[in-house]
């Protein structure tokens, strides 16, 4: 089986009396290593999915597992990275990145000393004394990311991380967590409604529709690590996703050869 | 030079207020002991210095207060980051709370002075009354007002009760309990004079009884003002705590 399967999963609401369908019919699964994006309007259930993978909002209709086991609740294993980053304000930049592995048998120093090997990963070490608000929006989320890494986890969610960010703050951070996410092996899924963002990143992705959320189709992204924006590749996977919004017109040639 | 430039204020704040006290003896036709000169006032506050009555009267009073508005402060907060983390205990409280919110301090002072009799005990119970409520409904709003982000963050990295009340809750809601607690600290020292004027045979606000059962007004009134310097510097250095804390967690001031 593989090591995230989510079959026939939903999620519904109840709001004033009526019935919402925020998640409809899910079937996924996602290999160990993968990086997947889900892409997708706002309300097609992107968000809702990632939060019922990640534990948080669980789903009230079929199951998710993750290595067999069904999810129940967060856990450290499977870390979230947020759009307004979850920082700590009243912890230094060390001390949020130190946030995680306070409850590990760890020693003051070594968990100091962890805390600042992944401040350096994402090359904020000058920064370790520094508080949240000093610190811009990119340089937050590069904290963020350290203090995911720094526990150790086996899956990063990240629900649209990079959504406050300014367009080449975000392609740089782009790049670094490619590279981080390589190194480290790590299973991500990114939450998205970037399109150019999902197909630089994934290896996958997941199109999402609303009305009710669910899964319009998932495309492989057969491009190799290092990704040129501009390139034909680029462009055809991009425009397959176009297709599957039903935003291409019919007569388009523009990409033909 | 900003400290310069306020003290250059606060100089001419206070002439004008002694000026008008000043035309105002001239002006008027009671007896000068029953409304006396700013002269007068300050020859009996020299008076009350070299005696030792000041210094003792002032030492009642701030033991009393430093009781009365720490235990308020620290069971207010206390109890508010229990309720705010259970909105739903805090739905069946709100009710009496804010039934007993509006009363004066100064309208259970009878009912103390029965229960407990003359002495330190009804000043601290009024100081106490002055500034729970307050602090208590600060400190519910601001933990029920705490972004939701934290508390998924926490429990991510598995942070439970109670290392997320001192690790997340109270710092996240600190600030807007900070400044709750600041403001309380005026309207507990306005209420200590009023306990010690019903409750007491000792303190500042006993003293104002006093002058006035000697007719001494030049003590009365010098009372009255060493009373707003000890609330004017009780609030300044709480001021540069308050400050020091939330520098210390990030906060830019």
Known sequence: ?257 | MKKVISLKYVIVSLLILIGIWQLLFNISSYSPALFPSPLMALNALIEMITTGVLIKSIATSLGRFAIGYGLSVASAVLIGLILGSLPKVFKYVNPTLQLLRPISPTAWMPFVVLLFGIGDVPAIVIIFIAAFFPVLLATVSAVSRIDKVYYRVSENFGIKQPQLMWKVIFPAAFPQIASAIHLALGSAWIFLVAGEMVGATSGLGYSIIDARNNVRADILLATIFVIGIIGLILDFALGLIEKRILRAWGGSV
């Open chain 1, 1 to 257: 089986m593989a090591y995230i399967h989510i079959e026939n999963a939903g999620k519904t609401f109840v709001e004033n009396k009526r019935e919402f369908t925020a998640l409809e019919n899910v079937n996924l699964d996602i290999e160990k290593g993968e990086f997947i994006c889900l892409l997708g309007p706002s309300g097609c259930g992107k968000s809702t999915l990632l939060n019922a993978i990640a534990g948080f909002d669980l789903v009230n209709k079929g199951s998710i597992e993750i290595e067999g086991k069904k999810v129940s609740a967060p856990n450290t294993k499977n870390v979230t990275i947020f759009q307004n980053y979850g920082l700590l304000p009243w912890r230094t930049v060390q001390k949020n990145v130190e946030l995680g592995i306070e409850n590990s048998r760890l020693s003051r120093k070594e968990r100091k000393d962890k805390a600042y090997e992944y401040l350096k990963l994402v090359k904020l070490e000058k920064f370790a004394k520094s508080f949240p608000r000093q610190l811009s929006g990119g340089m937050k989320q590069r904290v963020a990311i350290a203090r995911a890494l720094c526990v150790d986890p086996d899956i990063i969610f990240m629900d649209e991380p990079f959504g406050a960010l300014d367009a080449i703050t975000r392609m740089k951070l782009q790049d670094d967590i490619l590279d981080i996410c390589r190194n480290q092996k790590k299973t991500i899924i990114f939450v998205t409604h970037d399109i150019e963002e999902a197909v630089y990143l994934a290896d996958r992705i997941v199109v999402m529709t609303p009305n009710p959320g669910k899964i319009k189709g998932v495309i492989k992204v057969p491009l190799h690590h290092y990704r040129d924006r501009t390139s034909g590749d680029f462009l055809q996977v991009r425009d397959k996703i176009f297709e599957l919004f039903n935003m291409k017109a019919d007569d388009n040639i523009e990409y033909s050869i």
